[in-house]
């Protein structure tokens, strides 16, 4: 009976010794995530950021002997680099997320211009496909209190996603509607839609519907979950297939003062 109970605890034991030998490799490997992370930020965006500024002196400077076809080739190597630079913040902000430091300041903000503001970036984008890109805001527009930013950064996302999987003459809505203690927005296109038997995963990690060629590594959408949630709103996706893709949020009303809830669009 000793020798039972001496084996009983010595399992014990072991699996106690294992369990902090687990816990100590888990910690060693997300401090070298954070490092190569931090690598990531400072070494490579510098050269990035030179990239960029390099291409747009080039393409406003525009020499007479340029090679025919030199602006184009500039202007691959500006959006290139704009990828990149994407993917590197995507990249820190899923850290951020997964450590629970994800910053949010909140302000308030007229959703009319806040529509405006994401909509004009992706105009160009979006008439190079020949794509319609429409905004919807209510007369009395709802104001919310958020972080202007990441809200914006939730819609670079959501309106990139939709530019690059709507096909050409296809049509993109940008809207907003009032709820009584919250704002829900749409960003909804007329593309093929994504299959129910995926819809599940679409807020997951490193996820995506199909191998991307745009340089992508399926983090926006977590981006944009983690961003909406931190903020106590809900990110979803209309389920029907076959119907395009519309994707809504909620964010909570600026109730701070009594007129702040709505404004006239």
């Not at 919310?144 to 819609?155: H, K, N, P, S, T």
């Not at 909406?228 to 979803?236: K, L, N, Q, T, Y």
């Amino acid at each position: 009976s000793d020798a039972d109970l001496l084996q009983d605890l010595a399992g014990r034991a072991a699996l106690a010794i294992d369990n902090a030998w687990l816990h100590s490799e888990a910690r060693r490997a997300v401090h070298t995530r954070d490092e190569v992370l931090r690598i990531v930020a400072h070494d490579l965006r510098n050269p990035l950021n030179t990239i960029s500024l390099a291409t747009d002196l080039l393409r406003e400077t525009k020499p007479t002997d340029m090679p025919e076809g030199a602006s184009r080739q500039l202007e691959i190597i500006r959006r290139s680099a704009k990828r990149a630079s994407r993917l590197i913040g995507d990249l820190l902000d899923v850290a951020l997320v997964e450590a629970g430091r994800l910053t949010i300041e909140r302000k308030p903000i007229v959703s009319s211009a806040l529509l405006k503001e994401v909509v004009e970036p992706h105009r160009a984008m979006a008439q190079e496909k020949n794509l319609q890109l429409d905004v919807s805001v209510p007369k009395q527009a709802p104001c919310i209190l958020a972080d202007r930013g990441r809200i914006i950064q939730v819609f670079a996302n959501l309106v990139g996603n939709a530019i690059k999987f709507t096909p050409e003459g296809g049509r993109i809505t940008v809207a907003v509607e009032r709820d009584e203690y919250e704002a829900r927005f749409r960003v909804s296109d007329t593309g093929p839609g994504i299959p129910l038997d995926r819809q599940s995963h679409l807020f997951e990690s490193f996820w995506q519907t199909a191998p991307s060629k745009g340089g992508g590594a399926g983090l926006g959408l977590s981006i944009c979950k983690a961003i909406v949630e931190a903020h106590g709103g809900s990110i979803w996706l209309d389920r029907r297939e076959g119907q395009g893709t519309t994707v809504f949020f909620t964010i909570p009303l600026d109730r701070s003062h009594p007129t702040r809830g709505v404004q006239d669009a």
